[in-house]
């Protein structure tokens, strides 16, 4: 068999239907051995794969070690991946909890493949494969165990499953997996998030099971990545907010948009690729400083963005040190008048309320006359401002020896 795949139109019509797994032995008969392009049988993404993995692996009945990464690797790899692992805690906890009446793993990679978590189940004597697969450190990638859904991931950034014998080697065709992407906010694979099964298929969709976890993960990874950008958080409907379903911005100090979360995307387009474009009044009809005033409302209120699509937002600084401007606005004094909430269908772009512009242009002038407002609210007792602000008395003394400077 050459590299080159012949055309897939001289392979034989189907004339029954056939099971998955009939499917898939007749696609690696077709590629493997006749040299066709199998499409049809099975998925875009698994033909793919097995390209890619002809170039590097001849014999698909190789035994493939699943060695873990070298100690000095495994340990820099964590330390890089403190905040994806952080982020995902809480929700790795919550789906092993609703997979707990299964036989199914749940595991992350980093962005190469090399696996960070994975659950430690009791059925793993009696699953051979992912008894020796499943562990930390083991580098999990395309290149080194071939087909599977986490390695296409990695190698595409794109969500995908990969069932029995789409696995390119013989010795994972027992082995089920959906896996998808969490991108992290400068928009590159920031690490994978995997669901298998070893023995079966499983008895749920588990790609929308593990796609809604991943954007769960990539959401709260954004958040907390954000340094000092002005969190938007926003939907045409305010009970999709906090859920994952809801759209994420990220607004820099120079009033462009930073970062934008999937659902956002679709809200208000892609962003454009040079930084210069994207400025937030054009993209979303709001200003930096309206945006601002928004951030003095604990609940979701009402807008109305560039397209006219009327949405619900909810707007949140933090600062690059952690302090939390949200708490800290509701005890401080402060000139900028508030935003006004009105319907978005009786609202356009261009009657937003008459209030005086806030003076801070940027969000760091923002910042701190926010810190210097809520030191004198609190008379210069430094205690109480870092307590109302969230943070220590250090972080507020290295604050002001910043201002100063």
Same mark, same amino acid.
């Given at each position: 068999?050459?590299?080159?795949?012949?055309?897939?139109?001289?392979?034989?019509?189907?004339?029954?239907?056939?099971?998955?797994?009939?499917?898939?032995?007749?696609?690696?008969?077709?590629?493997?051995?006749?040299?066709?392009?199998?499409?049809?049988?099975?998925?875009?993404?698994?033909?793919?794969?097995?390209?890619?993995?002809?170039?590097?692996?001849?014999?698909?009945?190789?035994?493939?070690? /699943? %060695? !873990?990464?070298?100690?000095?690797? #495994?340990? @820099? +790899?964590?330390?890089? =991946? *403190?905040? $994806?692992? &952080?982020?995902?805690?809480?929700?790795?906890?919550?789906?092993?909890?609703?997979?707990?009446?299964?036989?199914?793993?749940?595991?992350?990679?980093?962005?190469?493949?090399?696996?960070?978590?994975?659950?430690?189940?009791?059925?793993?004597?009696?699953?051979?494969?992912?008894?020796?697969?499943?562990?930390?450190?083991?580098?999990?990638?395309?290149?080194?165990?071939?087909?599977?859904?986490?390695?296409?991931?990695?190698?595409?950034?794109?969500?995908?499953?990969?069932?029995?014998?789409?696995?390119?080697?013989?010795?994972?065709?027992?082995?089920?997996?959906?896996?998808?992407?969490?991108?992290?906010?400068?928009?590159?694979?920031?690490?994978?998030?995997?669901?298998?099964?070893?023995?079966?298929?499983?008895? /749920? %969709? !588990?790609?929308?099971?593990?796609? #809604?976890? @991943? +954007?769960?993960?990539? =959401? *709260?990874? $954004?958040? &907390?990545?954000?340094?000092?950008?002005?969190?938007?958080?926003?939907?045409?409907?305010?009970?999709?907010?906090?859920?994952?379903?809801?759209?994420?911005?990220?607004?820099?100090?120079?009033?462009?948009?930073?970062?934008?979360?999937?659902?956002?995307?679709?809200?208000?387009?892609?962003?454009?690729?040079?930084?210069?474009?994207?400025?937030?009044?054009?993209?979303?009809?709001?200003?930096?400083?309206?945006?601002?005033?928004?951030?003095?409302?604990?609940?979701?209120?009402?807008?109305?963005?560039?397209?006219?699509?009327?949405?619900?937002?909810?707007?949140?600084?933090?600062?690059?040190?952690?302090?939390?401007?949200?708490?800290?606005?509701?005890?401080?004094?402060?000139?900028?008048?508030?935003?006004?909430?009105? %319907?978005?269908?009786?609202?356009?772009?261009?009657?937003?309320?008459?209030?005086?512009?806030?003076?801070?242009?940027?969000?760091?002038?923002?910042?701190?006359?926010?810190?210097?407002?809520?030191?004198?609210?609190?008379?210069?007792?430094?205690?109480?401002?870092?307590?109302?602000?969230?943070?220590?008395?250090?972080?507020?003394?290295?604050?002001?020896?910043?201002?100063?400077?």
């Amino acid at each position: 068999m050459t590299h080159a795949l012949r055309s897939g139109a001289h392979a034989p019509r189907q004339l029954f239907s056939t099971t998955p797994a009939q499917r898939v032995a007749m696609a690696r008969q077709q590629f493997f051995e006749e040299g066709l392009r199998p499409s049809g049988l099975v998925g875009e993404a698994v033909i793919q794969s097995w390209m890619r993995c002809r170039r590097t692996h001849a014999d698909t009945r190789h035994p493939v070690a /699943f %060695d !873990a990464v070298t100690p000095s690797r #495994l340990h @820099a +790899t964590l330390g890089r =991946n *403190r905040e $994806l692992l &952080a982020a995902a805690q809480a929700d790795l906890q919550a789906m092993e909890a609703a997979l707990a009446g299964t036989d199914c793993r749940v595991l992350l990679t980093d962005g190469d493949g090399v696996m960070l978590h994975v659950t430690h189940h009791p059925m793993a004597p009696r699953q051979p494969v992912l008894h020796r697969t499943a562990r930390v450190g083991v580098n999990i990638a395309e290149h080194v165990v071939g087909t599977t859904a986490p390695g296409i991931v990695a190698s595409t950034g794109q969500a995908c499953t990969v069932s029995g014998a789409e696995h390119y080697f013989e010795v994972l065709h027992e082995v089920h997996c959906a896996a998808a992407p969490i991108r992290d906010v400068h928009g590159r694979l920031a690490g994978v998030l995997d669901l298998s099964v070893e023995g079966q298929r499983f008895g /749920f %969709d !588990a790609g929308s099971m593990v796609g #809604l976890y @991943a +954007t769960t993960i990539e =959401n *709260r990874l $954004l958040q &907390a990545q954000s340094g000092a950008h002005l969190v938007l958080r926003f939907q045409a409907s305010p009970a999709l907010l906090g859920t994952p379903l809801e759209a994420l911005a990220g607004i820099a100090a120079d009033g462009t948009v930073a970062w934008l979360n999937d659902a956002g995307a679709r809200l208000i387009g892609r962003l454009p690729a040079q930084a210069g474009e994207r400025r937030v009044d054009e993209l979303l009809g709001h200003d930096l400083p309206s945006l601002l005033r928004l951030g003095r409302r604990e609940a979701a209120q009402p807008i109305r963005l560039a397209s006219g699509l009327g949405v619900w937002m909810q707007a949140r600084l933090r600062a690059a040190d952690g302090i939390d401007f949200r708490h800290a606005v509701a005890a401080a004094p402060t000139s900028c008048a508030p935003a006004a909430a009105h %319907d978005p269908a009786q609202s356009n772009t261009d009657d937003e309320p008459m209030n005086p512009p806030c003076s801070a242009e940027t969000l760091r002038e923002h910042s701190r006359k926010l810190v210097a407002e809520t030191l004198d609210a609190h008379g210069g007792n430094v205690s109480r401002a870092a307590r109302q602000l969230g943070i220590s008395r250090g972080t507020l003394y290295r604050r002001l020896r910043g201002m100063e400077s």
